[in-house]
């Protein structure tokens, strides 16, 4: 995928496809298909997410990547302020300076700062709500969608996607990607994308780590019960 990308940056809708075409195959399908240069069907694997909940530090990297980028144009409706500042262990104080661009409220849901019809206007259709963006997409998806922009003079803002053919989304990471090398933009999308994950089930990692207590517990009962049934049932002919 690293070469896919970097394959693809200043490269034209013909010259990109036909660069990928051989990557794509050799990584398997999952993120959809596009037809090459030469009028073939190709597969698009999908890229596996860095999605850790306990790198505090990802999770708190990706929140600002996200209110920096994203929530101008984007809302997460469901996510409040004061639950990033306590699940992600940011000071309130520091959430309410860098991280609250469209209210004063810290008890706010995150709201983008542009009208939807304004949007719709300018792009076709209003940008969705993220709060749930990857459990609808699935993280690897969102994660490949984000790393395979490339571009693309025809489009009405330079650029095309990959995964989304005609994707109506500007590729608003482009000055971060031009920034870092390509290694650190992963990283950076990483983060953005962990963050995401994080505000469609914060209670993903709690919830995986109980189920596994659970398991284990009903796996060790198991045993006597197994015993205590053979025991009630040995002198049944």
Not at 32 to 40: C, Y
Not at 146 to 155: A, G, M, T
Not at 183 to 212: C, K, T, Y
Request: glycine share 8%.
């Amino acid at each position: 995928m690293n070469t896919l990308i970097k394959s693809l940056v200043g490269l034209g809708l013909g010259a990109a496809l036909t660069l990928t075409a051989g990557t794509a195959m050799a990584e398997g399908s999952g993120c959809g298909t596009f037809t090459n240069a030469e009028g073939v069907e190709e597969h698009l694997a999908c890229s596996t997410a860095p999605i850790d909940f306990t790198n505090k530090g990802s999770l708190q990297n990706g929140a600002k990547i996200f209110m920096n980028y994203c929530a101008g144009c984007h809302s997460a409706k469901y996510v409040r302020h004061s639950r990033i500042a306590q699940d992600l262990e940011i000071p309130p104080e520091l959430v309410e300076k860098y991280l609250m661009v469209t209210t004063d409220q810290i008890g706010d849901h995150i709201t983008a700062e542009i009208d939807p019809e304004i949007q719709a206007s300018w792009f076709g259709a209003a940008p969705p709500d993220l709060s749930l963006e990857t459990r609808l997409r699935g993280d690897d998806w969102v994660y490949t969608y984000l790393l395979s922009f490339y571009e693309d003079p025809s489009r009405p803002w330079g650029a095309n996607n990959l995964v989304l053919a005609n994707a109506a989304m500007p590729h608003v990471l482009h000055n971060m990607q031009e920034e870092l090398s390509q290694e650190e933009f992963e990283s950076e999308v990483g983060d953005l994308v962990n963050f995401m994950a994080w505000m469609g089930e914060p209670a993903r990692h709690d919830r995986q780590v109980i189920g596994f207590f659970v398991i284990l517990f009903l796996l060790v009962l198991l045993i006597p019960v197994y015993l205590l049934n053979k025991e009630f049932w040995k002198d049944v002919k």
